[in-house]
């Protein structure tokens, strides 16, 4: 039974009191901070641009477009693109570049299994080059055209060999959001060199005997080597890689983050917005 109130109303109403409202305020406050604890910051704090973040991206995709395009134009494009250090860097400029537009306009981060497969990816081309290819003790591994012949080439060796390994190696530990790694995808990513080493020899089977690079590299020369020497070299390099996927996976948990944006806006009774 509704007892009439003495204004003649009942004492029902639909509205609520402000009493009731400021309750159902904190409790909103106090559930919206408890579902969000726990949950990574980049789902939380919206992105902000990054307009220095942008730019050094940009310098870095810059550095690998221009070692290939100079590749490109000094030598012939189907010997150019059949090199693991042209792909990767392609890669690179592709990552990277979009990596730079998403810090400038203020969207999120490309996923980690993707900038983590460009890191090994390209510190697979710095590594081989200048432990292997460019090393005169590597065991009959050097390339004997490795040697710079031109400035340009020189300039085309410097980019992709060294200034893009290292930009995208600082990139990824200094200004990337870490723990995104899993052990499952340094396995993955293992899945582009098998591809690579198939497409290598495949590309070498067809070219005739004599054809100038048919094999990219010293190490995948099936005619100094027979296929039994490149599957070992293949199981020895393959399990290389294997360790620095995994290296990349682990460095990813203890590798410093970038800050996180400041809160604008004050605690409670502390003063205005600031």
């Known amino acids: 039974m509704i007892t009439p109130t003495p204004s003649g109303r009942s004492g029902y109403s639909g509205r ?11 409790r909103s406050a106090t559930a919206f901070a408890a579902g969000a604890a726990g949950v990574p910051a980049e789902a939380v704090v919206p992105p902000v641009r990054r307009p220095r973040v942008a730019a050094l991206r940009g310098l870095i995709a810059l ?3 221009t070692g290939v395009v100079i590749d490109l134009v000094t030598g012939s494009a189907f010997r150019v693109l059949s090199y693991f250090t042209v792909q990767s860097n392609v890669l690179v400029a592709v990552v990277l570049g979009l990596s730079a537009w998403r810090a400038w306009g203020a969207r999120r981060p490309l ?5 983590g497969a460009t890191v090994f990816f390209i510190a697979i081309t710095g590594l081989v080059y200048h432990l292997v290819l460019a090393n005169g003790s590597s065991g ?28 995208v190696a600082l990139d990824w530990l ?3 959001r870490p723990g995104g790694l ?5 396995a993955l990513w293992l899945l582009y060199p098998l591809a690579y080493l198939a497409f290598a020899l495949t590309r070498g089977a067809l070219l005739p005997p004599g054809s100038p690079a048919r094999y990219p590299y010293p190490f995948l020369d099936v005619a100094a080597h027979g296929y039994a020497g490149i599957l070992g070299n293949a199981i020895i390099f393959g399990s290389a890689f294997y360790a620095l996927a ?12 970038p800050r996180a944006p400041k809160n604008r806006i004050s605690p409670q009774a502390a003063g205005p917005l600031k």
């Open 16 to 26: 609520s009191s402000p009493t009731s409202r400021s309750g159902r305020s904190g």
């Open 63 to 65: 550095a690998a477009v």
């Open 111 to 115: 996923p980690p299994w993707l900038t």
């Open 140 to 167: 009959g591994f050097t390339m004997t055209d490795v040697g710079p012949t031109s400035d340009w080439h020189a300039l085309a060796n410097h980019l992709l060999h060294t200034v893009t390994p290292l930009g």
């Open 174 to 176: 200094l200004l990337t």
């Open 182 to 186: 899993r052990p499952r995808h340094a």
């Open 246 to 257: 995994l290296l990349t996976v682990t460095l990813d948990r203890f590798r410093p983050g």
